[in-house]
């Protein structure tokens, strides 16, 4: 079983920066794409950004590009979001989450994600 915890949430002004972090546990963390993905309010859940199990590769939603990115250390079982200039569209509740198959660069798909925390609050202010 895999346990994932995120952190940094919060409630921030249009234009500042937050960064998420997301500790895994249970599992060789090093061996699996990471993803983040959030649920606005009345809206389904979407990706946001993913990275792959050597941190070597990432990929966004056209959304996010250019002011998010995302980064890991596997030493720390532990998967970074860094999002700048934020915008109140932005605001969601974020989730980490583990691709369910190893050695596998990682998807956009919310299927191919075994694993969820439980995820943490971002609200963007205008």
């Known amino acids: 079983q895999v346990q994932l915890a995120e952190f940094g949430g919060g409630l921030v002004q249009a234009g500042a920066s937050l960064r998420l972090s997301c500790t895994a546990s249970?599992?060789?963390?090093?061996?699996?794409?990471m993803g983040w993905f959030r649920q606005g309010p009345g809206k389904e859940r979407e990706f946001v950004a993913g990275i792959s199990p050597s941190g070597i590769r990432t990929y966004f939603a056209d959304s996010v590009k250019g002011r998010f990115s995302i980064s890991r250390d596997n030493a720390k079982n532990t998967v970074y979001l860094q999002m700048n200039t934020l915008k109140p569209e932005d605001t969601a509740v974020y989730y980490c989450?583990?691709?369910?198959?190893?050695?596998?660069?990682?998807?956009?798909?919310?299927?191919?994600?075994?694993?969820w925390g439980q995820g943490t609050q971002v609200t963007v202010s205008s």
């Open positions: 989450a583990a691709d369910r198959i190893p050695y596998r660069v990682g998807s956009d798909s919310i299927t191919e994600y075994e694993y």
């Open positions: 249970g599992r060789t963390f090093s061996s699996y794409a």
